[in-house]
């Protein structure tokens, strides 16, 4: 079976422009969880959505968005980009809302804000 | 705020010996603890998850304990190789959940 899967790979954006991040969670998985994670830190929470609904969001402005499909897959939209959105940008997939739920992870989008 | 410290920025073990990692936390109580293994431009990996009511868990040479009343988990790696370099998250649960910095743990042969 296929893990998580992410795309594209690696991106670069100026600032201000908007991107969207996709991300396929594995089969049979219907939760969908977003992470920033910068250099020297641990992931840090954005979204997480369950049945097309969303379930958790994080400390992150408004000017991210996401948004969970029939097929259980995501997308992250992030607008008016800031130097500050460089990131890896992780996607993980679970059977559940709750993190009793083993989470599994996509290699990330790396992110490059100039 | 509620707080997750992981007291090592970095690790170096001696190869065979066991590595010991440590997660404690602070205005939290989680109902689960995670531990990731996360390898460079990669996504974390997950390792073992232990409940509040549960003290210690086991996994091959994994093993973690949950100390509620300390507010801190220990990752203990035994016989610890040089494929074991990578570095470790622990995440909880709250009303999400929230990623330690991570430890960078360097097993030298």
């Known amino acids: 079976d296929a893990g998580v899967t992410q795309s594209p790979t690696h991106l670069i954006k100026t600032r201000g422009q908007h991107v969207t991040l996709r991300c396929s969670p594995i089969?049979?998985?219907?939760?969908v969880s977003w992470y920033q994670q910068v250099l020297g830190q641990g992931p840090q929470f954005i979204f997480q959505y369950y049945e097309k609904e969303e379930r958790g969001r994080g400390n992150f402005p408004d000017r991210f968005s996401a948004r969970q499909f029939p097929n259980y897959s995501s997308e992250l939209n992030v607008n008016a980009l800031l130097l500050g959105d460089s990131a890896l940008y992780l996607c993980a997939s679970s059977g559940g809302t709750k993190s009793s739920y083993e989470q599994y992870f996509g290699p990330g989008t790396r992110l490059t804000v100039t | 705020s509620q707080k997750i410290e992981q007291n090592s920025e970095a690790l170096n073990i001696q190869e065979g010996k066991t590595a010991t990692l440590t997660c404690n936390y602070t205005n939290y109580s989680p109902a689960y603890l995670q531990w990731y293994r996360q390898d460079p431009g990669r996504g974390p990996v997950f390792l073992l998850l232990i409940r509040e009511n549960e003290k210690e868990k086991r996994k091959e040479r994994l093993k973690v304990t949950f100390d509620t009343t300390l507010k801190q988990s220990l990752f203990h790696i035994t016989a610890s190789q040089p494929a074991d370099s990578a570095t470790y998250l622990c995440a909880l649960e709250g009303d999400k959940i929230i990623f330690g910095k991570g430890t960078r743990l360097h097993i030298l042969p």
């Open positions: 089969s049979g998985h219907k939760s």
